[in-house]
């Protein structure tokens, strides 16, 4: 082989080399492509408007877009600026602190006749409202104060007692009674369970006089009372106080009745008529008993906001709830009445408010409830 053909025989080895390395990349790279599998195509996802689940759904033809999954997003806190409050912060309540106060205003109304039978003794509880001695309680309390002289003189005895337990300190006799309450109720004084809402559920007492050997002091401890309509809010701290004797018998509620008080909290709040504040309940407390109607409900301000009046009948006092109406109810009430309202009727002419009552109203009030006694006699 001469040198020509030598050169041109490597050339052609060569050439055969690099077609042969070409061929191989490209099928390489063919079986890698078909190994891809292509991306799915991404349909958007709209959410559906939320309705509510009363309204029908109508089929149709066209196809539900499925709602997203919730996702879980990072929550980001971030310094918030101070600002005003856009409710007034309902103010806690230093029971310690008003505690004494509310109880030294509270008293025990008990009523005795000479004879017994329908009037075995009759209790509930009061709050003095003015240092002279008016007392804020139940009218279907206030009403035996009409019975006094029923049968015979001094046929039914009503005592002041204070203290715990609960001591006869004295004399009072009725101020006022809603009218109202007394034409809509005058048959419940012969029920042994009567019922009602509490609607005009109020009378007012003047202490005139002292049992035995006390005397009447100079002026009585007592509370100022709140009748603004905002005083009422849900879930505020309220002070219960009474005289309550649902678990005693007769001689332990002349011996051994004690004052009882506790922390609540406004649960529900009602009206009579319309945009009216007129009953609250609270729920819960060991005071819903017999015996507490005319006890009092205090604000954290040590102010009377609510004079207790029902309850709901339960096993235990934890299940019940226990209804006030509001001072603004007795308010509104007393001057649709007599056209004032109470700090007005307690003004400067106190005793002559109680002579015109006794000689003008009291006397058919009484005749009332003396035709509905007969009727069992």
């Known amino acids: 082989m001469n040198l020509i053909d030598f050169f041109n025989s490597m050339l052609a080895a060569f050439l055969g080399l690099i077609i042969s390395v070409f061929s191989a990349t490209t099928a390489l790279s063919v079986n890698l492509t078909e190994n891809i599998s292509p991306f799915a195509s991404i349909t958007p996802i709209t959410n559906e408007k939320l309705v509510s689940t009363t309204t029908q759904a109508t089929t149709t033809g066209k196809k539900k ?52 039978g329908l009037f075995k003794p009759i209790s509930g509880s009061g709050v003095l409202i003015d240092k002279r001695g008016v007392i804020l309680t139940s009218a279907h309390i206030g009403q035996y104060l009409l019975l006094k002289n029923y049968m015979t ?84 701290p309220v002070i219960l106080a009474s005289y309550p004797a649902g678990f005693l018998g007769g001689i332990n ?37 017999k015996g507490a109607s005319g006890g009092a409900i205090v604000n954290s301000d040590g102010r009377l906001i609510g004079l207790i009046a029902t309850a709901t009948d339960a096993n235990t006092t934890s299940e019940r709830s226990l209804q006030a109406i509001t001072i603004t109810h007795i308010e509104n009430s007393l001057n649709e009445e007599v056209g004032m309202n109470l700090e007005s009727f307690m003004g400067n002419n106190l005793k002559e408010r109680f002579r015109s009552f006794q000689e003008t109203l009291a006397p058919a009030l009484t005749e009332v409830l003396v035709k509905e006694l007969n009727k069992i006699n």
Request: net charge negative.
């Open 65 to 116: 877009s499925i709602p997203l999954p919730p996702v879980s997003q990072p929550v980001v806190t971030v310094p918030a600026l101070p600002v005003e409050p856009l409710v007034e912060a309902i103010k806690p309540i230093n029971f310690n602190e008003l505690n004494e106060k509310v109880r030294a205003s509270i008293v025990n109304i008990i009523c005795t006749s000479k004879t017994g």
């Open 253 to 289: 509620i002349q011996q051994n009745l004690y004052i009882t008080s506790s922390v609540g909290t406004i649960d529900k709040v009602f009206t009579f008529k319309e945009n009216t504040f007129d009953l609250f309940s609270i729920s819960g407390s060991v005071v819903a008993q």
């Open 153 to 236: 003189p001094d046929f039914l005895t009503c005592t002041i007692r204070t203290g715990s337990p609960a001591y006869p300190r004295y004399i009072a006799d009725l101020l006022y009674i809603s009218p109202r309450w007394m034409n809509e109720h005058a048959s419940d004084i012969t029920a042994q369970e009567p019922l009602g809402t509490g609607q005009y559920d109020y009378a007012l007492l003047l202490i005139t006089g002292a049992v035995g050997d006390n005397s009447l002091p100079a002026s009585f401890t007592s509370l100022s009372f709140n009748s603004t309509e905002n005083g009422y809010k849900k879930g505020e």
